[in-house]
DNA sequence: CATGAATGAGAGTTCATTCAT
DNA sequence: GATGAATGAACTCTCATTCAT
């Protein structure tokens, strides 16, 4: 595949993106990502041969580009716990942009497509979140931000709650005060009192 | 409409409910139900004009017959404690079956439906639930089963957290180990420290 | 068939009228009328089985009602003149009267019904408005009213002219102003100068 | 649209012409057209998006091919009454060909739709007519041929008379000696004895 | 590579007509 | 007689997918 190929390749992806976010997975078809592209209908076969090959890659692109989540918050001075609520306030503006997000699309390709289990993305990013948040609170309990005895469960209770509050956002609808309150919550039980914004 | 509609109508319902509980929401066609139900494709149009209306009253069948989810539990000399468990272990039951309910269906329903967020049946089972909880919290604290500074915010966080413990269950999958772990974790944070099962 | 059938028969064939006049013949549904009757779906056809046979027998109804287009016109002491002004105003009246009119219907149904060519109801009305309007103007003519060489093909262009006006009226839409035009050069033609209105 | 398409264009609309001429309008599908093109279901709509746009393409179509319906009348050294009197044969042959023709279709399409008034073809083309005739008339009173007192209203009597004649020859049915006869009534009453045919 | 015409399967929907009650 | 539930045929319309150019 040549330079060009790869170029229209990713244009394709980009664009079937927003196709992704505006309408989620399931109601998605090729026509309506060849119509987004303005390509041709058989031109869109020569890349992908199905919605959900071209999601996937939208999301193994999106995971790609996506500067580690917390790569922005960790520079060289900030505490623990500066850069836990940067990490939370960067989930709240995920949370509270209703369009312009995967989530649906996300949701709805992950369920029930038992084959796309077998590399599920989502559980990766999961654990691999879980984790990370659970080293800051140690790192933030070894010098006296935190008070947390359980750091794992802490750090999956945080996630676990993180994930209610993108599916309500989808569905019942969330306001930024609910947001706020859960992070507020979070933070009191680790022992921090004060809060920004 | 006579006696006999209104048993095929309830029986349409049921059947429907099988196929959403199968499908989801948004891949579910008219065909699929009249085929579940071997009636004829005009049939179904005698008692309903979308998949839409049947998907809300498979909803409002639904929670007509859910006696109150907490209505088993709270038995004459149950503790606060105990009803809270019994409650958090029927979550468990639900949220690990992951066939056999509607869940996913009621998530794409609500994915993108600006309309039906009018009435949100999901809405006001979720605030409904919160405020349960708060009063249990409560009456816990009052004779001492829990300790909680919070309990609204208690209670916002634990059902949070079911929320994300469901929809992960329906995504990346969750086994019994990660529920019981969040479970405990609850009780912990409440200071329950002994459980059962 | 009982007095009640019979006032029932002739209750679906005042409503179908309604609904033909609104629709005309061809788009109208056996589920148009039931509904238009407020009856039931297999009620309609123990009466009809049809909306040809609906049709034709709303035709028969009205024709048997319409007092004769004359009639009215006929009085004691008028005037050949006086006859064929009114029953061209009559003509008028009918021809502006875009809706409750069975005028589309009426053509609708003859279109291309080469069965009901048989016993073509419409034909035997032009006939015998001819002859009507044939002998008038003889009658006109010899008490010098009228000025006529050819007193039928005077009468058949009338008839002709009316109903060009008539499919005009219905298609093209015409205004009163055209109608009374081509009366008024009607009348002319006979020699009538003076009108009213 | 490339050189093929509109090859087939111009295919289906000259196949749905043949549909129409058999069967007028309102009762015309889709499903119709596509089995008297032989073409696929589908295969139609990239082309058309219903029978309404079909048909007035169709019309369209006729009103450019039909090389104006006086052009071929109109040669150098043609009287007035030898121009009148071929337009009125040339109807005359259109009146009684029975099928093959649009006249029912036409007038279907025109009954009630109320939206097709705004660009009515029907009526363009029946003002430009009566135009037409009304400068042949004059111009044959001012070479003696005609005798006529009232040009433009005999025109439009003239016109009026043909749609009479139009929607009977498709309802009540005509034999040519009617047509002949109201020929010969309008020529006579114009001051021309003489005929042919 | 790219196009877009073409096909055919399939979903939605409406009705004429029948029939058990 | 009357009802209205039920059926199935017929139509409309949309797409995934292929293929000649």
Redesign the interface.
């Known amino acids: 595949m040549g330079e060009k190929s790869i170029q229209k390749k990713r244009y394709i992806l980009e664009t079937a993106r927003k196709v992704f976010m505006d309408?989620?997975f399931?109601?998605v078809t090729m026509k309506d990502i060849v119509e987004a592209c303005d390509i041709s209908r058989g031109g869109l076969y020569l890349y992908f041969e199905s919605t959900s090959q071209i999601f996937l890659e939208v999301l193994k692109l999106e995971s790609e580009e996506a500067d580690d989540v917390f790569s922005d918050s960790i520079t060289e001075d900030a505490t623990a716990a500066d850069i836990l609520i940067l990490f939370l306030k960067e989930q709240k503006k995920e949370l509270l942009r209703k369009k312009n997000t995967l989530t649906?699309a996300?949701?709805?390709f992950?369920?029930?497509n038992e084959l796309s289990?077998k590399d599920?993305v989502?559980?990766r990013q999961?654990d691999s979140a879980v984790k990370i948040i659970e080293k800051l609170i140690e790192a933030g309990v070894d010098n006296g931000e935190f008070y947390c005895e359980?750091c794992q469960?802490?750090a999956?209770?945080i996630?676990?709650?993180?994930?209610?509050?993108?599916?309500?956002a989808?569905?019942?609808?969330i306001t930024e005060a609910t947001v706020d309150?859960?992070i507020?919550?979070?933070l009191?039980?680790l022992g921090v009192e004060e809060e920004s914004e």
């Open positions: 309408k989620g399931k109601t649906q996300v949701y709805e992950y369920f029930g289990k599920n989502l559980k999961f359980d469960g802490t999956r209770n996630m676990f709650v993180l994930e209610g509050l993108k599916i309500s989808q569905t019942i609808g309150r859960e507020l919550f979070i009191r039980s």
